[in-house]
Every structure is written in structure tokens, then in C-alpha cells.
């Protein structure tokens, strides 16, 4: 393989938070020649993550394999790399968001991982957090994006989303957009609605 040719690595940093420290590795990563093709950024507890997919020529990626570990170091952080290979993501039929807000329990955001995996559609994004709420059980938002490879009647996600969220007395609205005619619906299912 020419060594003109764009290599990919992924990176993930993991470590206690602290001022600057996002830039130091940003930095770091254009020292070596690399490229910020793709990230993610969460907070979890006292511990930051950063998720990078950087591209760059094949002295670039070897370069920074060998360094980063060493910056790693420094800054108290475990370094885990990979290399990977860039591809185009095939066309999707569907993409479907759903947001929900329900009283935390176990087993809430696997209850709705399962749905979408009932309904052969692939998770692309989940982002959920807690928030704790005074003399009342803590409140979770789910956030989840999902597609699908094969073109299917959107009305059986939407109904089983709103019965979900009805057994669970979550608050949850559902969007589904269908290619290429970019056919958008809105649902929506409240906690007032009655457990099945």
C-alpha cells in the first residue's frame, strides 16, 4: 500500500478531567501530521472520555502510535488505539430519534436498545444521563438514533416505541424519517397514558 495513501486510527483517551487537557491532545494529534476526522466528548463521573478517528499518511498514524502513549502518560490517561479502515456508511432507508424522560431503574435503556434491535434497526447514537431530583426518584433522558438497513413500514417502531413508553410511564416522542422522500412523522406517548 503507497504510503501516500490516508490511514485511520482510532483513539480513545480516558482519564480524570482537568483544564486544558482536551487541547493538550488536540494539539499532540496535529504535531504528528494527523487529522481530526470524527470525535466524541462525555463526561462520566469524575472521568472524561475522548473518542477521536484521525487520519492521516501512513508516517503520520505510525508517528503518533508511537508518541501518544508517552503523552498518555503524562497526563494520567489510559490510551487505547486501533487502526481502522475509512468506508462510505451504505444508504439507510430509515433513520428514526426517539427522546424519552422516565423515573430511573434498572434496565430502562436496555428495554429501548431492545426495540430497536427487535426491530432489526441499528443503534447509531445513544446518549443517556441522571438527574437526581429533590424528595422524588431520579429522572433519566435517553436520547437514541437509530437506522435502517431495509425499508420497512415505520408505524410498527412508532407503535411499539408508544407502548413502551406507556408500560414504562416514560414521556417519549418518536421521529421517523424515510429516504429519500423524506418522510418525517411525529409521535408522541406521556406518562399520564396508563400502564398496560
Known sequence: MPQSEQHHLVITALGVDRPGIVNTITRHVSSCGCNIEDSRLAMLG???????LL????NAITLIESTLPLKGAELELLIVMKRTAFRERPPMPATVWVQVEVTDSPHIIERFTDLFDS???NVAELVSRTQPAENQPALLY???????PARQDASFIEQAFNELCTELHAQGTISVVTYPQHDEKMESCDESTESR
Open 142 to 148: 435517553i436520547q437514541i438514533t437509530a437506522h435502517s
Open 55 to 58: 487520519s492521516g499518511s501512513w
Open 119 to 121: 426491530h432489526q434497526m
Open 46 to 52: 469524575d472521568e472524561f472520555t475522548f473518542i477521536m
